[in-house]
């Protein structure tokens, strides 16, 4: 993903965990974030509400990206403040990349 | 009055004699009486002794008169602590909250009507409770509360409902990586393939996608089995459904030259209390089928109908059609007739099985119409509310 990402002109900074996801978030302030749910440590949705509940992070976009995908999560995420929920399984890079595409513009 | 006197004399001791055979029948029947109430009751005490369920008999005031072993386990309070006192007092207390709302109408101090509502005791127990209220000859006697305990189900319902969604987690990891891999080797991004490469590589990936696919099958038919298909219930326009649907189908029936004619009557069918997600699905699964099934330049029809109560989706294809002696299974487990997998290998056989049970979940109707090599229209029916 990273990549395909980097291949199209994007910038990127990836984290492997929550708590440095949201470090990452307030300093570096992308225009758009790519949550995964299961991650080490504390989990996606905890890192989106922290995300939001902090008013310098609460505004930047947040699409989730997970396997997961109970109607339960689904209403869960979009009920945090994220902006889509989208199943990986489900969409090819391209798609998300689209996506993320619409939610920048 | 000589004569009278002897008479007289006679029936003053007969008529006694008389009333102290009448009372002492009316003695032993009064013992008989009592023998046989004490009976009943220590038949019914027995009962309640060895009820599993906790319950409790309240008086016209409210008071505990009576309680079930259970009780003392649930509410951690002796007999003596509880007996005779208010109901409202035992429940006092954070514990209690949830199951003080759902037995007790606070403002007017009532004992409300409840039938196996699920109420929880902190995080100790899930108990479902029951109200009777007792009634001789139209005064009330009493009121009879029962408590069942659910703890253990509600338990192997999470962990099962876990068990399925991290499952699907785990399948679906290693296969969303191989769709992405494989996806950006196929669109050139690691360099040009020679057409033997593509053609292998395409057929990985359409074996990938199938897999994925049955796993949101397995997914669906385990929340089937569970009860817990529907997830949420909202007065929608059946129209908007069928168009989302059209629109992310058109691919589909492009590439096999399906023509589509979609017949929506001009006035709004009214709204129907659907879970969009799953009708949704529904439609694709009949309009994916239609296509599937339909040879190059075939046609699929969709329509739909205000009927008195209800409002009739309907889908005609010119395709293979459905053997008579197939019929049957057509909405059973994994079945997939056998002039279908012929033509082609692929499908889960869960698509009108999961179809059939959101449109019973939705108190509609499924059915169809088919001879083979003749096509086949299926047609579905969901209630309205009347007005």
């Known amino acids: ?105 | 009055m000589y004569e009278e006197k002897p008479n007289f004399k006679e029936t003053k001791e007969e008529a006694l004699r008389r009333v102290r055979v009448a009372l002492l029948n009316i003695l032993e029947d009064t013992d008989e009486a009592r023998k046989e109430a004490v009976n009943e009751r220590n038949k019914t005490m027995a009962i309640v002794e060895n009820l599993t369920d906790g319950i409790l008999l309240l008086n016209s005031r409210s008071e505990i008169e009576i309680i079930s072993p259970p009780i003392i386990d649930f509410f951690r309070k002796d007999k003596e602590a509880v007996v005779g006192k208010n109901i409202i007092e035992l429940l006092n207390g954070e514990e209690f909250k949830t199951l003080k709302e759902a037995l007790i109408d606070d403002k007017n101090k009532k004992i409300k009507i409840v039938y196996r509502q699920e109420a929880s005791v902190g995080k100790r127990l899930d108990l479902e409770v029951s109200t009777v209220f007792l009634k001789e000859e139209m005064k009330e006697k009493g009121i009879l509360i029962i408590f069942h305990d659910v703890t253990r189900d509600k338990l192997v319902e999470r962990m099962k409902s876990e068990f399925v969604s991290i499952s699907a987690h785990q399948l679906r990891t290693p296969l969303s990586a191989i769709k992405w891999t494989l996806r950006m080797v196929l669109d050139g991004d690691t360099g040009k393939l020679n057409a033997e490469q593509k053609d292998l590589l395409e057929k990985t990936y359409t074996s990938n996608e199938r897999m994925i696919g049955l796993i949101n099958d397995l997914l669906d038919v385990s929340r089937i089995e569970e009860g817990r298909f529907l997830y949420k219930q909202e007065m929608g326009q059946l129209e908007d459904v069928i168009k989302a649907v059209v629109e992310s189908s058109q691919e589909l029936l492009k590439m096999k030259k399906i023509s589509l004619i979609v017949d929506i009557p001009k006035e709004k069918t009214p709204k129907v209390n659907i879970d969009k997600e799953k009708i949704g699905l529904a439609v694709q699964n009949l309009l994916e089928n239609a296509a599937k099934y339909t040879p190059e330049g075939g046609s699929v029809h969709i329509s739909l109908e205000k009927l008195e109560t209800e409002v009739v989706f309907k889908i005609k294809d010119t395709g293979v059609g459905i053997p008579d002696s197939q019929q049957e299974r057509i909405f059973t487990k994994f079945f997939r007739g056998d002039n279908v997998i012929r033509i082609e290998t692929e499908g889960s056989g869960l698509g009108l099985y999961i179809t059939r049970n959101i449109i019973d979940a939705h108190r509609g109707k499924i059915w169809f119409e088919s001879k083979e090599g003749k096509g086949a229209t299926f047609y579905f029916s969901l209630p309205f509310p009347k007005h």
């Open chain 1, 1 to 105: 993903m990273n990549k395909k990402l980097l291949s199209m002109g994007y910038d990127v900074v990836a984290a492997a965990d929550g708590e440095s996801g949201l470090t990452m978030i307030k300093e570096s302030r992308p225009d758009v974030v790519l949550l995964d749910l299961i991650l080490p440590g504390i989990n996606g949705f905890e890192v989106l509400e922290r995300a939001k509940k902090d008013p310098e992070t609460a505004n930047i976009p947040v699409i989730i990206l997970s396997n997961l995908g109970q109607s339960e999560d689904i209403e869960k995420g979009l009920k945090l403040g994220a902006k889509d929920f989208l199943v990986k399984a489900h969409f090819t890079p391209q798609e998300i990349i689209n996506k993320l595409k619409a939610i920048l513009d």
